[in-house]
Structure formats: structure tokens, C-alpha cells
């Protein structure tokens, strides 16, 4: 199963409301996680099942879609938040991921 | 406190072969699945294998079938990934991580560590 991100990176502004989206070559369900990867850090889980945050992740930060599109969607960007945004499908194995998306400041 | 850290990599040429460890604490570590994954330098996440609690069950990515083995001593707390027949597109950090099989997701990971393929 292919992921697909969009856009590759984006830059936005602390405060800004931002969109990522990622598409799957076929339909997964709600099979879908994203992950944060800020430089030279080990990734870090941000949603699951498409839509639940772990405990400890801000209430900025919310995931929705079922099927083959999904979309991460940071309300209010803030400094903390710049870096590489992952999705992950669990469908089926081989588990994909998606190229990733770079959040730049502006 | 789960802590899962890597350790095994370096150097390597091509046709070579490596082992990678990775130890957890913190959690009962028998009763979770675990997996690898990697990182090209520059490049983005690449899932590599999977295993069950028990080991069991085992899953890999076409890239690496063949040439990779992943294995687990419950009785160490350990994880591990065999690499032959090492080429230079394997140079990246290996990740280790925890799978939460409920919904099947990657809740901790390893710090990472680096193999380098290269003559």
C-alpha cells in the first residue's frame, strides 16, 4: 500500500492553522498513524487509529479520514511544533510510510 | 519509564554482515510485538520487520526479506535484527520499537543507531 503526503514541506508562521494530508493507495480503514520526527530525534507517535492523540500530545493537534484519505491539522502552530510530519499505514504489512511532510517556519 | 536503546551498528563493507540489539525496560516485555525501522540519511521512515510477543508471527518489507532476520530473547529483554549481504542503500539509523497491537501502532522508540555501508 502506497502513502502519499502532501504537500512535501510547507512554510508557516507560529500561530498559523496548518494541513497535512495523506492519501492511501487503497482503502485502510482507520489504519492510519502519524508520527513527529524533529532532527535528529527518534520519530514520535501524534495520533493512531486516525483520530486518538496519546496521552500528553496537545489538543492543538487532531487527525481525521477513513479509507484513503486522512489529514493532520495543527491549529495553531507553535514553535515546538517545526519538524517532519510521518503518516503510517498498519492495514496490512509491509506497514508504509509516507515521504513525510517538512513544517518550516516562515 | 519504557526505554528502548539500540546498539550494534557501525561500519561496515558491502556483503558484510551486522547484528543489531536493541534492550527495553520498563514494560513486560514479552507481551508486546516489536519491529525495526530505519532512516537513509536525509530521507524518510522505512518499516523493516515485525514480531510477535512470543515470536511467532514475523514480518518484513520486500527490501529486506532474505537478507534479515529478526529475533527476540524474552528472557533479556532483547530485540534483534541479523544483517547479511549488507549493501550500501542499508547505510541508515535503525530504529527499534514498541507496537501496540490493539490498533497496531508505534508508541516508543529507540534512540537509533547508525550503520554505515561502505568499502
Known amino acids: 500500500i502506497q502513502m502519499t503526503q502532501s504537500p512535501s514541506s510547507l512554510s508557516a508562521s507560529v500561530g498559523d492553522r496548518v494541513t497535512i494530508t495523506c492519501r492511501a493507495s487503497?482503502?485502510?480503514?482507520?489504519?492510519l498513524n502519524w508520527y513527529q520526527q524533529k532532527p535528529g530525534k527518534a520519530p514520535k507517535l501524534l495520533v493512531y487509529a486516525a483520530s486518538t492523540l496519546p496521552s500528553g500530545v496537545p489538543s492543538r493537534f487532531s487527525s481525521s479520514g477513513s479509507g484513503t484519505d486522512f489529514t493532520l491539522t495543527i491549529s495553531s502552530l507553535q514553535p515546538e511544533d517545526f519538524a517532519t510530519y510521518y503518516c503510517q499505514q498498519t492495514y496490512n504489512a509491509p506497514w508504509t510510510f509516507g515521504q513525510g511532510t517538512k513544517v518550516e517556519i516562515k | 519509564e519504557v526505554q528502548l536503546v539500540e546498539s550494534g551498528g557501525g561500519l561496515v563493507q558491502p556483503g558484510g554482515s551486522l547484528r543489531l540489539s536493541c534492550e527495553a525496560s520498563g514494560f513486560i516485555f514479552s507481551t508486546y510485538s516489536m519491529t525495526w525501522a530505519r532512516q537513509a540519511p536525509g530521507k524518510g521512515l522505512e518499516w523493516l520487520s515485525h514480531?510477535?510477543?512470543?515470536?511467532?508471527?514475523?514480518y518484513y518489507a520486500d527490501s529486506v526479506k532474505g537478507r534479515f532476520t529478526i529475533s527476540r530473547d524474552n528472557a533479556k529483554n532483547s530485540l534483534y535484527l541479523q544483517m547479511n549481504s549488507l549493501r550500501a542503500e542499508d547505510t541508515a539509523v535503525y530504529y527499534c520499537?514498541?507496537?501496540?497491537?490493539?490498533?497496531?501502532?508505534?508508541?516508543?522508540w529507540g534512540q537509533g543507531t547508525l550503520v554505515t555501508v561502505s568499502s
Open positions: 487503497q482503502s485502510i480503514s482507520t489504519s
Open positions: 520499537a514498541r507496537v501496540v497491537t490493539m490498533n497496531y501502532y508505534f508508541d516508543y
Open positions: 514480531i510477535s510477543g512470543s515470536g511467532s508471527t514475523i
